[in-house]
């Protein structure tokens, strides 16, 4: 009982997080060939097309490191990346062209 209601959970959350991420419209964008992962040839050659104003580095998004980043992978980046343009925001150090 326990192991199943383990598993259900697990598949919620995962499907939570990949409907997170297909929101965030240049993930779509970027995954170009529609299979659900973004390479690194797709990152590298339509990144400068989409709107993010801090572009996460690939290297970084691809934590399982197999040149490929999928929906769980892209919504760790969105969320990385809107904490580090909240905090730059509030920021009084010239680390940040947005800085008070």
């Not at 499907?15 to 529609?34: E, I, R, S, V």
């Not at 150090?93 to 947005?98: M, T």
């Given at each position: 009982m326990t192991k199943g209601l383990a598993a259900i959970a697990s598949v919620l959350l995962l499907?939570?997080?990949?409907?997170?991420?297909?929101?965030?419209?240049?993930?779509?964008?970027?995954?170009?060939?529609?299979n659900g992962q973004i390479d690194r040839i797709e990152y590298q050659k339509n990144v400068g097309k989409t709107k993010i104003e801090?572009?996460?580095n690939f290297a970084a998004m691809d934590e399982d490191s197999n040149n490929g980043v999928d929906e769980q992978e892209w919504a760790a980046a969105?969320?990385?990346?809107?904490?580090?343009?909240?905090?730059c925001r509030e920021a009084s150090?010239?680390?940040?062209?947005?800085a008070k």
């Open positions: 499907t939570g997080a990949g409907a997170y991420a297909a929101d965030w419209p240049a993930f779509n964008a970027l995954d170009t060939d529609g801090y572009a996460p969105e969320k990385l990346t809107k904490s580090y343009t909240a905090r150090a010239s680390w940040c062209k947005d």
